[in-house]
């Protein structure tokens, strides 16, 4: 009797332990990756060379994606110094990665321009731009905001303008799937370390 007991004792707890295994299952599924489908999507874009290049074109490879424009005076050149320098630290684990920059002033940034801006950083980094609709729509999927402003005493027909935009990179696996963000303002160490991690781990053939 005191086992039957004891045993009737010991079934609630079982419901409640299995009920919660299930709901900690269901949950971590609901939430699994829960950025991967806030950053990212499909695109088409013009490369430097004048060649489309789309999302799709580019899997099989980690994708390091910043943006930013050629006329950017301080955070734009930084941040592909520092993408450089950590693909160069990488050694040949970095060919697995492949460097992206996105213009967010398609009005001034051509191909041309941007072929003429890609010498100072790493050769295999990857200009791209497009129509104001094209760049519209892939700063969207990456959530990158992007606002043109004057500087005092210019006017709206002033092409000296400048662009307040996203400063995140973002790093997309094999697949396009958005992997991590790597802030403004991460060393060359640190950004070298992440990508090493996931380089050795998601890197396809």
């Not at 321009?113 to 890609?118: E, M, S």
């Not at 303002?185 to 640190?190: D, K, N, Q, V």
């Amino acid at each position: 009797m005191t086992r039957r007991r004891g045993m009737q004792r010991s079934i609630p707890v079982l419901t409640a332990l299995v009920a919660g295994l299930l709901l900690l299952t269901a949950s971590a599924r609901a939430n699994e990756d829960p950025l991967a489908k806030r950053f990212g999507g499909p695109f088409e874009l013009t490369a430097s060379s004048g060649q489309r290049v789309s999302d799709v074109s580019l899997h099989g490879r980690l994708l390091l994606i910043s943006f930013g424009y050629t006329h950017c005076p301080d955070i734009c050149p930084t941040t592909l110094v520092l993408m450089t320098e950590a693909l160069e630290k990488l050694g040949p684990s970095g060919d697995a990665i492949q460097p992206i920059f996105i213009t967010v002033d398609p009005q001034r940034d051509t191909p041309t321009q941007l072929a003429a801006f890609a010498r100072s950083f790493h050769p295999r980094l990857l200009m791209l731009t497009g129509t104001e609709t094209e760049i519209a729509s892939v700063a969207k999927a990456y959530r990158v905001h992007r606002h043109k402003f004057l500087f005092p005493g210019q006017s709206a027909t002033d092409v000296n303008y400048g662009v307040d935009h996203g400063s995140l990179m973002y790093l997309m696996g094999v697949d396009g799937r958005f992997l991590t963000l790597i802030p403004y303002g991460a060393t060359a160490e640190r950004i070298a370390e992440v990508l090493r991690r996931y380089a050795v781990t998601r890197a396809g053939p």
